[in-house]
């Protein structure tokens, strides 16, 4: 089974579910080329995503493009998805935010972020923020950590018999609500522009 038929299936099994929690009418899949050296990982859509069906392009998407121009990464080469593919909300009479997703959306995120990986075979994971971490590290069989822990290092991961290497980044969310963290995020995204440049030289 490809993308497109994985991609609908998951569009139906969104679609089924009824808890008020998430906007499952607009799912938001993965794009990017079919054989990535790197694959991004974030960890759901927000309202922007949802509306314009594509990962990363809200405020965060803007922070992200920066980051990896100042890195030297062409964001159009790299295979954008998200953990959970709807935008989990908390609902209010006068407000709908974006919330984080629950144990068991990232549970049943799982079988088809283990299908992008096996068909897609990046050789380089970027993980940004704790949610998709943990899902890697739980898909890996590995230790589960924290973004705090392991921001910007390069971790050799096997999933599914394919060896690749892992390399955690703070989300870009995260500098716009914290700016003491955009510093460390710059270089940390600055060493990742080196570690795929060292692939690509390979």
Avoid: W
């Avoid at 794009?31 to 990962?55: F, H, S, T, Y």
């Avoid at 790299?78 to 709908?96: C, D, G, Q």
């Avoid at 096996?118 to 704790?130: D, F, H």
């Amino acid at each position: 089974m490809g993308l497109v038929e994985l991609y609908e299936k998951e569009r139906l099994r969104i679609a089924e579910t009824a808890d008020g929690r998430g906007d499952y009418s607009h799912p938001v899949f993965g794009e990017g080329p079919v054989n990535p050296l790197v694959m991004l990982i974030g960890e759901a859509p927000g309202g922007d995503e949802a509306k314009q069906g594509r990962p990363f392009v809200g405020k965060a998407g803007k922070q992200l493009d920066a980051l990896l121009s100042g890195a030297g990464i062409d964001r159009s080469r790299v295979y954008i998805t998200n953990t959970v593919k709807f935008r989990p909300v908390n609902v209010k009479p006068k407000s709908v935010s974006n919330r984080t997703p629950t144990g068991a959306e990232l549970k049943a995120g799982l079988p088809l972020l283990k299908n992008e990986l096996c068909l897609l075979s990046p050789r380089i994971i970027v993980t940004l923020g704790n949610t998709p971490l943990k899902a890697i590290l739980t898909l890996a069989g590995e230790q589960i950590r924290t973004i705090g822990e392991l921001h910007g290092r390069s971790i050799s991961v096997t999933i599914e018999g394919k060896g690749m290497l892992l390399s955690p980044q703070y989300h870009p969310a995260s500098v716009i609500y914290n700016r003491a963290l955009a510093d460390t995020l710059a270089e940390d995204i600055g060493r990742l522009g080196k570690m795929i440049r060292a692939e690509e030289e390979r």
